[in-house]
């Protein structure tokens, strides 16, 4: 297991647990957690122990996002794609392409690049004291970290360009309702309940949960035509698995089924 210095990571019931580790600015990105967190990630990915992800934050916060302190120390020069390049696509991307189920327990701020952070994870379940923030344009900026991507998909045209422009702050009950979150929980429930989501999917089909994930990204990208084609065609894959065998199974012989991920 790695020694990381902006990031604890954990191994328990197929469920790895990634908490990003620094609390004193509410877990905002430098480019040392942005880089671990890749690691982590990809980690995850090859760990055939590891059959879930959940992802929080320590302390008060989710993720702040970029540390502005840490960009006034970076070279001179260095432009914004470059950075992005380095540290929130490849995160985003792998949150989206990684086939085990990711779910993000939000406990605090999610804001910036940690609301894109959030958006990608598989299901968002939030604390009652969770809060949300686009805050690119606050600074000047237009939409990074995948936001521009799944803020429309999530809460349709007009209310991502109402929350871009305004900047508002979303509290939990308002996320809930424009269905940016999944479930909202008390603060004191929430990791139990995220924890408890993680392992009950960790004990899933993993190879079936890939092929969803891969499904509905291919499908909200492109014409019913090609959806219904390539559902067909990942629909091949999962129906040779033993995942597939051990469900039909148990469902035959009235059991709970096995499933190994296989």
């Given at each position: 297991?790695?020694?990381?210095?902006?990031?604890?990571?954990?191994?328990?019931?197929?469920?790895?647990?990634?908490?990003?580790?620094?609390?004193?600015?509410?877990?905002?990105?430098?480019?040392?957690?942005?880089?671990?967190?890749?690691?982590?990630?990809?980690?995850?990915?090859?760990?055939?122990?590891?059959?879930?992800?959940?992802?929080?934050?320590?302390?008060?916060?989710?993720?702040?996002?970029?540390?502005?302190?840490?960009?006034?120390?970076?070279?001179?020069?260095?432009?914004?794609?470059?950075?992005?390049?380095?540290?929130?696509?490849?995160?985003?991307?792998?949150?989206?392409?990684?086939?085990?189920?990711?779910?993000?327990?939000?406990?605090?701020?999610?804001?910036?690049?940690?609301?894109?952070?959030?958006?990608?994870?598989?299901?968002?379940?939030?604390?009652?004291?969770?809060?949300?923030?686009?805050?690119?344009?606050?600074?000047?900026?237009?939409?990074?970290?995948?936001?521009?991507?799944?803020?429309?998909?999530?809460?349709?045209?007009?209310?991502?360009?109402?929350?871009?422009?305004?900047?508002?702050?979303?509290?939990?009950?308002?996320?809930?309702?424009?269905?940016?979150?999944?479930?909202?929980?008390?603060?004191?429930?929430?990791?139990?309940?995220?924890?408890?989501?993680?392992?009950?999917?960790?004990?899933g089909p993993t190879k079936a949960y890939g092929l969803t994930k891969r499904a509905m990204l291919g499908a909200a990208s492109g014409?019913?035509?090609?959806?219904?084609?390539?559902?067909?065609?990942?629909?091949?894959?999962?129906g040779r698995t033993g995942d597939h065998k051990e469900g039909v199974a148990a469902f035959l012989e009235k059991r709970p089924p096995?499933?190994?991920?296989?």
């Amino acid at each position: 297991m790695a020694d990381y210095q902006t990031l604890l990571y954990s191994l328990a019931d197929g469920v790895a647990e990634i908490t990003l580790n620094r609390p004193e600015a509410l877990n905002a990105f430098d480019d040392l957690m942005a880089a671990e967190f890749q690691e982590a990630l990809k980690s995850a990915e090859r760990d055939p122990a590891v059959r879930a992800l959940l992802i929080t934050g320590a302390g008060k916060g989710f993720c702040a996002g970029q540390d502005l302190g840490a960009v006034r120390e970076r070279p001179e020069g260095l432009s914004f794609r470059e950075h992005l390049l380095k540290t929130y696509n490849p995160i985003v991307a792998k949150l989206r392409s990684i086939e085990k189920p990711v779910v993000a327990a939000v406990n605090g701020a999610a804001v910036g690049a940690g609301f894109g952070l959030a958006l990608a994870c598989d299901i968002r379940y939030a604390s009652e004291t969770a809060k949300f923030r686009m805050a690119f344009i606050g600074i000047g900026l237009a939409p990074d970290s995948g936001t521009s991507y799944f803020l429309p998909r999530l809460v349709g045209m007009g209310r991502a360009l109402e929350l871009a422009y305004t900047n508002d702050l979303v509290d939990a009950a308002t996320a809930l309702q424009l269905g940016l979150v999944n479930k909202v929980f008390p603060a004191s429930e929430l990791m139990n309940v995220s924890r408890a989501l993680a392992v009950k999917l960790a004990g899933g089909p993993t190879k079936a949960y890939g092929l969803t994930k891969r499904a509905m990204l291919g499908a909200a990208s492109g014409a019913l035509d090609e959806a219904l084609d390539y559902e067909a065609h990942l629909q091949d894959i999962a129906g040779r698995t033993g995942d597939h065998k051990e469900g039909v199974a148990a469902f035959l012989e009235k059991r709970p089924p096995q499933f190994k991920g296989k």
